[in-house]
């Protein structure tokens, strides 16, 4: 059963991922983007405020699973975990970090509904930079 757990947790959360990074693109599909984009940004930075900045439940619940399954060996990120697994590499958890910091500026600019839409990008992008002058200088 724990298994099959973590299929469904590999599978959906990577769809989730998958749907956040290019769920935009279809016209139809915008709303329910925006709706994961918020969930995300809640996760992210509302539950980050309790557990530490970019939480997400769903990788805490995966790696619930993973640890009752023997795995002592898992990493921060989810997007780290699935791009270890598919490039059977160790990748540097810094450039994952700043890569999916990439995807989710790219992702939040056609989420954003009008008017605050530029003011929000700029403290985002602004976000963003922090975030990258803290990486670069490690």
């Given amino acids: 059963a724990l298994q099959l757990f973590h299929w469904f947790f590999l599978v959906g959360h990577g769809g989730f991922v998958l749907f956040f990074l290019f769920g935009w693109l279809a016209r139809p599909l915008r709303r329910a983007h925006a709706l994961c984009v918020l969930f995300t940004a809640?996760?992210?930075?509302?539950?980050?405020l309790f557990f530490g900045w970019g939480y997400?439940?769903?990788?805490?619940?995966h790696w619930s699973v993973l640890e009752r399954l023997g795995h002592d060996?898992?990493?921060?990120?989810?997007i780290k975990y699935v791009?270890?697994?598919?490039?059977?590499?160790?990748?540097?958890?810094?450039?994952?970090?700043?890569?999916?910091?990439?995807?989710?500026e790219r992702t939040f600019q056609p989420a954003m509904p009008g008017p605050g839409r530029e003011a929000m990008l700029k403290r985002w992008k602004a976000a963003v930079e922090t975030v990258v002058v803290h990486y670069s200088r490690r």
């Avoid at 809640?42 to 980050?48: A, D, E, K, N």
């Avoid at 059977?88 to 995807?103: F, H, I, Y």
């Fill in 42 to 48: 809640l996760s992210w930075l509302g539950l980050g």
């Fill in 56 to 61: 997400c439940f769903l990788t805490d619940w």
């Fill in 73 to 78: 060996d898992l990493t921060a990120s989810f």
């Fill in 83 to 104: 791009l270890d697994r598919v490039t059977g590499r160790d990748l540097d958890p810094r450039l994952v970090d700043l890569a999916t910091l990439a995807g989710v």
